[in-house]
């Protein structure tokens, strides 16, 4: 697969996910793709996955080298009850501030518990990195939180949506890519090089191959991706002239 980076002005985001269940297959992650698409929309690339345990030292390991790399660090997972639930201490670790008990996300969980039910297990979850601002869910009421540019979040999918949801609206966004794809009738080693001349000549527009075999036969999908529609129209015209000169069928792809 051929894949180039895009623009050096896009706004970037990586992405931690904590937790054992899913580096065992117990559990299967369906956080990553959704929050693949809920920044693309926004126009925030995101560049990098990492799946870490739950394990302290590997969750400040992998948040301290993001964040000097990206514009915001996102993390799923850890932030539960219980005892390996260890994201908040990590973090804490990372930016090397105090943990506590946070008086605003005592009250927050105030409206899903009785005060006899806020034990010192649940208030586990009210426990925030010193300087870090709140974010707010409507399902569980124990929040997430923002520090600088790290984003931590629920693991929960349900929890996790409406705490991505929330913090949106603070972050800085980039223009949304556009994407075209074509449908070529050949193998990706025959399109490789034709494709990796054209991306020569158009530096800014992302270029990626991906292939697939169906009916007995290989083909690939070309995707082009850019902020600039007039830009990616251009790119868009010289992919199909490549395709006329080296006779391939293809095929463009609507795209949803």
């Not at 850890?78 to 908040?88: A, K, Q």
């Not at 707010?136 to 996790?160: C, D, K, Q, T």
């Not at 158009?202 to 075999?213: E, H, R, T």
Request: a negative charge; hydrophobic letters at 45%; zero cysteines.
């Amino acid at each position: 697969m051929i894949e180039e980076p895009g623009p050096s002005d896009t706004v970037t985001a990586a992405l931690v996910v904590i937790g054992e269940e899913i580096l065992s297959g117990r559990t299967k992650d369906t956080n990553t793709p959704y929050i693949a698409a809920h920044l693309s929309n926004a126009g925030i690339a995101l560049r990098e996955v990492r799946i870490v345990a739950d394990v302290e030292a590997e969750i400040v390991d992998a948040v301290n080298a993001l964040r000097q790399r990206y514009a915001y660090v996102l993390t799923t997972g850890g932030i539960g009850p219980t005892h390996d639930d260890v994201t908040t201490d990590a973090i804490g670790r990372a930016f090397g501030v105090p943990v506590a008990i946070n008086d605003e996300a005592v009250e927050a969980m105030r409206l899903q518990y009785r005060p006899e039910d806020l034990t010192p297990t649940r208030l586990r979850m009210a426990r925030i990195p010193q300087g870090a601002a709140l974010i707010h869910n409507a399902v569980s009421r124990a929040p997430g939180y923002m520090i600088e540019n790290v984003i931590v979040m629920a693991g929960i999918p349900g929890v996790m949506q409406v705490m991505l949801d929330e913090v949106m609206p603070r972050l800085a966004k980039g223009r949304p890519l556009q994407a075209r794809s074509v449908r070529v009738s050949a193998p990706e080693s025959e399109v490789a090089t034709p494709l990796a001349a054209l991306q020569m000549a158009y530096a800014d527009v992302q270029m990626g191959s991906y292939p697939f075999f169906e009916h007995r036969r290989y083909g690939t999908y070309l995707v082009l991706r850019s902020a600039d529609d007039d830009r990616l129209a251009e790119a868009l015209e010289a992919l199909w002239r490549l395709i006329a000169e080296h006779g391939f069928a293809a095929s463009q792809v609507e795209e949803s």
